[in-house]
């Protein structure tokens, strides 16, 4: 896993970050916005042969081919049902563009890195490596995901060269 | 005077490369017996121009070689050398200490001047060892006008030509302040010199002219142009004081005439830089130029690439909006719709051309990489004892320029490969009743939309035991009973050779994997026929160009995949007893031909109209090794698609060559027939495996 990118913990006890917040489910999770490139209503996609059932497919973004990734599939987390309310967030990670299915959008919040708390080993839909922390707002607890890390992942297997470095 | 003159040696370089190729070229069709004065002319000039823009960078490790070159060269073209293989060796190999030198300024590091030192004690050697101490001194004495120093050391008045050389010194300082705000205009009118070049070197006898070259351009080209009638070109530079130097003989008087020269030169200025630069390119021109009208000088531009590339891009962008366009007009009805339809149908064509036009500014001749290759194969041949004759068949067949330059490390493994282990040492040839003399030819035409690149051998084919015997001592999985064609795949695996020692030329066993992977990153492939005992063919089949395809689009369970329309033999919709069964395969049995049937929809994952093949359509599909009928639910329309890269932000998918966008905006997948057909075999065996 050496060859992922990942943030510095040093570097954020002192920058305060902005996360976008969404819904898996009933769920409520966090990611970093610079990683954001748009956010888009779902479209019916284009399947991929011998891809697992978590990536949907890909489409059309303005000229680029660009995977979409249903999370909800992938983490068994609420339930994958497309209606005009499901949303893409497309990111922008290392030079590629991925879509990922959301059940809904809710708000961009701003983040001291002192009020993030550890992530739980347990309890949650995603490996502990994947997260950040919890971040508590409003009474709700929203879940930080790493991802940059979780995109890149073998696990997702999205990315070829990704795979390959990690075999070799 | 300090001016960063790095901007510069980009062109410089290279131009020197372009000459060197042009030397190197000139130098392996000499004739050493008897010298064709013309082509002796034109390799001086190559050689002087790098001379004297390497005076212009003081790279004075290539000063040193060009000029012991030019010393030769000159000797030559009076006849007072006489030529012979070895020299022609010794020339050749100076032209790769060039090559290594320039090679050394371009990544900015130190020259290598031990190997300075031996090349030009080698060239020295030649030439004659008694005439030339004098010229080292000079050239220290000059600094960057050593080309001065150089052509004194040949020539009859090096008196004149020296002190000229100081005034144009003095000039090229006032000079140089000018070429600064000049640097944009540098690039058009760079190739435009053409054919006045020529006759700066071309009169290059009179030596003196020579070192001009390096310094303010346009004054040393009209200087000689004066002779020539050459004016025309460089009226825009007002040159008209220089017809001072319209008497050829004016050696004698260069002082004065220099000294008039200064004033000029500020003037001069305007242009200096594109005509210095162009002078180096094009000396190596053709030595019949002189006689061209000005009008084809201006005929070539020097474009970044880049920009090309954005244009091509466009250009795709434009393709698929013009098939939105036609997808609307195709809904609307109405009194005007006549109108849209022939406007349309205008803006395609147009498109057509438009795109076909910006692809061809991509596209280069096949004898870009060919040329370097009889030099390869001389040296090589005489390496390894062998005699060979190389043949050189489709060099003007165009490609693009993306794949020209990741051709020439393939195609040279392959070429070292048929030589040293293709064709045999001529005495074994000789006893296999064969001609002494090996042949080798190199090949390229166009096959529908692809290029095939052939490197062919009459040597001894691949020698089906011992790659067998090989890949089994290599831990290579070999099938059981392969055919010839498995066993000439087996070459291509990693860590191969056959090779009984290694030796400099091949057999490091790093090779033919390293070809194929290259090839097939440039999305072609590599085929292997092998006759043993009558030699073997090496065939690069490779698409005509990157981003664009004629594709047949087909429909399976409500997606849309395009057919890449090269690999379409026919459709038809079989009749019941047309399909048979073979085995576990179902075959189309069609005019006495089986097809195996391969269906999109099981490679696809998707749910098909119907599973039974006299519902949907069978497209026969050929690839370069196998035919079979793929299963479609219906056949769309032909149509052009841009391709776009899946692996740009996913990643690559079996049986899926690339992606497109529809006029719809959707997104469609293009097959990939060839690695389809790995698939056939696969698909037999799940389906055998399931029933």
């Not at chain 1, 896993?1 to 006890?13: E, F």
């Not at chain 2, 013309?38 to 001379?51: D, M, Q």
């Amino acid at each position: 896993m050496n060859n992922q990118p990942t943030v510095a913990p040093a570097s954020q006890d002192t920058v305060s970050l902005e996360y976008l917040t969404f819904t898996l489910g009933d769920e409520h999770y966090g990611l970093d916005i610079m990683k954001v490139r748009e956010i888009r209503g779902y479209e019916p996609v284009t399947k991929i042969a011998n891809a697992p059932a978590f990536i949907k497919g890909v489409l059309n973004l303005r000229g680029d081919i660009v995977p979409i990734v249903d999370l909800r599939l992938k983490f068994n987390v609420g339930e994958a049902s497309y209606n005009e309310f499901t949303i893409v967030i497309m990111l922008h990670i290392n030079e590629r563009i991925v879509g990922i299915v959301v059940d809904a959008v809710s708000d961009v919040i701003n983040m001291q890195a002192s009020d993030i708390k550890p992530p739980p080993e347990f309890g949650v839909a995603f490996d502990s490596q994947y997260l950040y922390g919890l971040a508590p707002v409003n009474e709700q607890m929203i879940i930080l995901l790493n991802i940059e890390k979780l995109i890149s992942s073998q696990e997702l297997g999205l990315f070829d060269n990704n795979a390959v470095a990690l075999e070799g | 005077m300090s001016m960063d003159m790095s901007q510069f040696h980009g062109v410089f370089i290279e131009e020197s490369h372009e000459h060197l190729d042009e030397m190197e070229h000139l130098l392996l069709a000499l004739d050493p017996s008897s010298p064709d004065v013309e082509e002796l002319n034109s390799i001086f000039r190559a050689a002087h121009s790098i001379k004297g823009g390497s005076g212009m960078f003081a790279f004075d490790a290539l000063i040193t070689v060009t000029h012991v070159m030019e010393n030769i060269f000159d000797r030559a073209r009076q006849g007072k050398f006489q030529f012979s293989a070895r020299v022609i060796d010794g020339l050749l190999s100076a032209v790769d200490t060039l090559r290594t030198l320039l090679k050394s300024y371009t990544d900015a590091t130190e020259p290598d001047w031990a190997l300075v030192n031996t090349a030009t004690a080698d060239l020295e050697l030649i030439l004659d060892p008694s005439s030339e101490p004098a010229v080292d001194t000079k050239e220290q004495a000059y600094g960057f006008f050593v080309s001065v120093g150089a052509e004194s050391s040949s020539s009859e008045s090096s008196e004149g030509s020296t002190e000229a050389s100081v005034k144009v010194g003095e000039r090229d300082d006032e000079g140089f302040g000018f070429f600064e705000p000049l640097v944009s205009t540098a690039e058009a009118p760079m190739e435009a010199g053409g054919e006045g070049s020529n006759e700066v070197t071309e009169n290059g006898d009179d030596e003196g002219f020579g070192f001009f070259e390096p310094l303010p351009g346009p004054a040393t080209a009209e200087l000689d142009q004066v002779d020539d009638e050459g004016f025309g070109f460089f009226a825009p530079s007002g040159q008209s004081d220089n017809q001072v130097y319209a008497d050829e003989k004016g050696f004698p008087v260069s002082d004065g005439v220099s000294e008039e020269a200064i004033t000029p030169a500020t003037g001069l200025m305007d242009k200096p830089r594109p005509a210095a630069a162009k002078l180096a390119v094009t000396g190596s021109g053709k030595a019949d130029s002189k006689a061209k009208p000005e009008s084809t000088e201006a005929s070539s531009i020097r474009v970044d690439i880049v920009k090309i590339d954005s244009l091509v891009n466009l250009v795709g962008e434009l393709v698929i909006t013009q098939s939105m366009l036609n997808l609307i007009g195709d809904e609307l009805t109405g009194p005007t719709v006549e109108r849209l339809h022939s406007a349309l149908s205008e803006l395609e064509r147009n498109t057509r051309e438009l795109q076909e036009g910006i692809m061809s500014i991509r596209m280069l001749p096949m004898s870009f990489v060919f040329n370097r290759f009889p030099r390869v194969v001389r040296d090589l041949s005489k390496k390894l004892n062998k005699k060979v004759d190389l043949q050189i068949e489709g060099g003007q067949t165009e490609i693009d320029k993306g794949l020209i330059e990741r051709l020439v490390d393939p195609l040279t493994h392959l070429v070292r490969n048929s030589l040293d282990h293709g064709i045999e040492l001529p005495d074994v040839r000789a006893a296999r009743g064969k001609p002494e003399t090996g042949r080798l030819t190199l090949k390229a035409e166009q096959k529908g939309g692809n290029i095939l690149i052939s490197v062919l051998d009459d040597g001894g084919g691949l020698d089906r035991d011992r790659i067998l015997v090989k890949a089994y001592e290599n831990n290579i999985d070999v099938v059981e009973n392969p055919t010839d064609q498995q066993v000439w795949q087996l070459i291509m695996s990693a860590g191969f050779s056959t090779a009984a020692e290694v030796t400099d030329v091949s057999g490091r066993g790093v090779g033919m994997d390293v070809v194929k992977r290259n090839i097939e990153s440039m999305g072609g492939r590599l085929e292997i026929e092998s006759e043993a005992g009558l030699g073997s063919s090496f065939q690069i089949r490779l698409p005509l160009t990157l981003a664009i395809l004629d594709g047949m689009s087909i429909a399976v369970g409500g997606q849309m995949f395009i057919i890449p329309l090269v690999n379409i033999i026919e459709s038809v919709q079989p009749d019941k007893p047309q399909l048979k069964r073979i085995g576990n395969q179902q075959v189309l049995d069609l005019r006495d031909a089986y097809w195996p049937i391969v269906r999109l929809h099981q490679v696809m994952e998707v749910e098909p109209k119907s599973e039974d093949p006299c519902e949907g359509i069978l497209v026969l599909i050929e690839t370069s090794k196998t035919r079979f009928a793929l299963l479609v639910d219906e056949l769309i329309g032909q149509q052009q698609v841009v391709i776009k890269s899946l692996e740009q932000h996913y990643r690559r998918v079996p049986g899926v060559a690339g992606a497109t966008i529809m006029g719809d905006g959707s997104v469609a997948l293009i097959l990939d027939a060839e690695s389809l057909a790995l698939r056939v075999e696969e698909s037999v065996a799940v389906r055998s495996g399931n029933e």
